[in-house]
């Protein structure tokens, strides 16, 4: 195993169209998704509570164990299995991609779903988010997972969802989150149970 891997079979178990190896899509399917979390708990709350104030939001922030920036999902299925997890855990061991620190720079409403998502867009570092999907993606490809890349992927990190809708807004200054690693994780009955399945350093 590779040492890079942090892995957990515990109850085993950007946007992509499915891949072509995945079983058909349910009413609430398992999902296998990458994603990054930014930590900075006191930082990321204390803006989005004064995100509150300012625009009579009552929903409640998500938790910081909750804040992440999804990087992409590999599918949907009926149940997954080990091997096709598996497969997926060998994929992410062999992305090789530096460390690199992404900064929160504004916060804004998307108008997708209901209630909307009140998301943090990056600045600094976005760049960096799309570098790691594709190498992602091209590693899951060698293992025969076909994924194929959405058009106008935006990194983000969503933090909470109301229906009063905010518009696109600076913070007062950027909030610097250093990237060190990437997670594949398990969610099932429609994304309420997750879990970490691996986490991977990003080594350059």
Not at 82 to 111: C, H, M, T, Y
């Amino acid at each position: 195993m590779s040492e890079q891997l942090r892995f957990d079979f515990g109850t085993t178990s950007l946007g992509t169209r499915p891949p072509s190896r995945g079983r058909t899509p349910v009413g609430k399917p398992d999902m296998l998704m990458f994603r990054l979390y930014p930590g900075q708990d006191v930082p990321i709350a204390s803006a989005v509570c004064r995100t509150r104030r300012a625009y009579g939001l009552t929903a409640k922030p998500y938790d910081a164990d909750q804040r992440h920036v999804s990087l992409l999902s590999i599918g949907s299925y009926e149940g997954v299995t080990l091997q096709l997890i598996g497969d997926a855990a060998a994929a992410a061991s062999q992305v090789r991609s530096p460390a690199f620190d992404l900064a929160f720079d504004r916060i804004v409403s998307f108008r997708n779903g209901r209630p909307k998502p009140l998301v943090m867009l990056c600045g600094e570092g976005a760049n960096k988010v799309v570098e790691l999907v594709n190498r992602i993606a091209k590693a899951l490809n060698g293992f025969g997972f076909g994924v194929r890349l959405r058009s106008g992927f935006v990194p983000h990190c969503t933090v909470l969802r109301d229906d009063r809708l905010v518009p696109e807004v600076s913070l007062d200054r950027p909030i610097i989150s250093s990237m060190r690693e990437f997670s594949l994780e398990h969610s099932t009955n429609g994304g309420r149970l997750r879990l970490r399945i691996g986490r991977w350093p990003l080594l350059g």
